[in-house]
């Protein structure tokens, strides 16, 4: 396509023969105007490009003498108008309405990603509030400086004994794995135990989930260091700990909940059924998957049992498998999952599934 471009003029104000003060018997039934020159593209005003004087009599224009141009430039001082500039002026607006569109978006968008977060959050909040006067020995209290949010260094108070209304702890730390084979190492650093009241771990609980986000300080000051942490998550590492396939959000302070779940198709239109793959996650102690029990809804549960779960390996996933005849947008149950660890101990996990999303939750 060929880029038309060139310039033309056109009227911005005429005057007639009495404002101009001439002879009416001289001129007749004449108008004279005032014209705007521009370049253009496509035959949209570009720029200007100065001004030009013209008679307009039956319908045609005709130059003008020097005399009445001066006139008319001695009268009143015509302005330039602002679509002689229309493509400039519509890019401009343009690009600031597109400006402006984005950045309430991005409002929005952030807005929604926070109240995400903060639900997230409120999970493991909950699970602190609610336990935090009974904890047992061999829970994990995970400890964050909202400064250092993210730090890959991970701060742990592990309750070894309660006395009253005090519990004792040993300080754990380990590292998020970050590359592929890379396991979790706990490493005591500090060999005494310590102690706290549940009025003092209360003071290290954040319900405000807009401290985290702008890393305020918040908390309470543990090692006497000037630095306050607040307690995010219980865990219980010394158990299995099994979760949806999260790679390395298990680790940050607000978790995801549901996770995806994979199904492929098999068999004919009268015969179909569908294979379903749930990857998981050990994040505590190592232990065997040994039942697998319909709560509600018949999955044909085809992995053979025992199941070894062994601690976490960095992004690796347990995949465990079922089949159902039910369609997909259907497809809704429940089931029980017990793990047994080394010293016989059982512990059930509920896998619930909801068209194509999942979640395990401790029973």
Known sequence: MSVVFGWYSFKVK?????????????????TFEVRQKVFHLFWLPF?????SYALRKNGEL???????ISRIKGGDKIKTPWYSFFIPVVLIVGLT????????SKYYMNRERFKEREALYEVGLNEVQNNIENLLPGAYLRIKDLKNLYNREITFLKVVEKKDDAYGFLVVKTKTPNYSQ????????LSDTITYTVKELKKAICADYELIEDREPYGFNFFGDNILYIIDRIEYFDSPIIYGG???YFWRTDREEEFYYSSSQRGGRDNRSWLLTFDLQN??????????????????????LPMRFNSYEYEKDIPIQ????????????????????????????VIEADRFHFKITRD
């Open 182 to 189: 890379k396991k979790i190492y706990f490493e005591e650093v």
């Open 47 to 51: 720029f200007p490009i100065g001004k």
């Open 97 to 104: 309405g597109f400006a402006l569109f984005m950045s309430i």
């Open 62 to 68: 005709y130059e003008l003498p020097e005399y009445i």
């Open 246 to 248: 999260i790679e390395r």
């Open 283 to 304: 994040f505590g102690a190592p232990a065997n998957l040994v039942k697998i029990e319909n709560i509600s809804h018949d999955i044909e549960w085809i992995d053979s």
């Open 322 to 349: 079922g089949m159902t005849k039910t369609d997909l947008s259907d497809t809704i149950f429940k089931s029980r999952l017990t793990f047994r660890d080394s010293l016989d101990k059982e512990y059930d996990f």
């Open 14 to 30: 005429s005057y007639s023969v009495d404002e101009l003060e001439l002879k009416k018997e001289e001129w007749g039934n004449v």
